[in-house]
Nanobody
Framework: QVQLVESGGGLVQAGGSLRLSCAASGRTFNRYAMGWFRQAPGKEREFVAAISWNGGSVYYADSVKGRFTISRDNAKNTVYLQMNSLKPEDTAVYYC????????????????WGQGTQVTVSS
């Protein structure tokens, strides 16, 4: 079973940047699409971005389009989320997950969640 560990969160001023990483254990990482989600206090978890198994297709929530970039390095079993032009409303715990199934992008079944990494954007 694949296990995921997120890192790279922290405190940043509005307009700043952070790069999150999600490291996966297991040899089957490169078979799956991957997704990033976030959950702000008192709110439901929401989709942020997804990337196909080979990195050839990406998909973003409207709220981050043009500011965030998802990428992956299958040789390193790692998926990244580059976050630029951060806003206070981006403050949340960010999670990565594996996207199971073949109905790209909206029909994937996400699982094997990591423990999350806190991102705080100050105004």
């Amino acid at each position: 079973q694949v296990q995921l560990v997120e890192s790279g969160g922290g405190l940043v001023q509005a307009g700043g940047s952070l790069r999150l990483s999600c490291a996966a254990s297991g040899r089957t990482f490169n078979r799956y699409a991957m997704g990033w989600f976030r959950q702000a206090p008192g709110k439901e978890r929401e989709f942020v971005a997804a990337i196909s198994w080979n990195g050839g297709s990406v998909y973003y929530a409207d709220s981050v389009k043009g500011r965030f970039t998802i990428s992956r390095d299958n040789a390193k079993n790692t998926v990244y989320l580059q976050m630029n032009s951060l806003k206070p409303e981006d403050t949340a715990v960010y999670y990565c997950a594996i996207g199971y199934g073949s109905r790209w992008p909206a029909g994937l079944d996400y699982g094997s969640w990591g423990q999350g990494t806190q991102v705080t954007v100050s105004s």
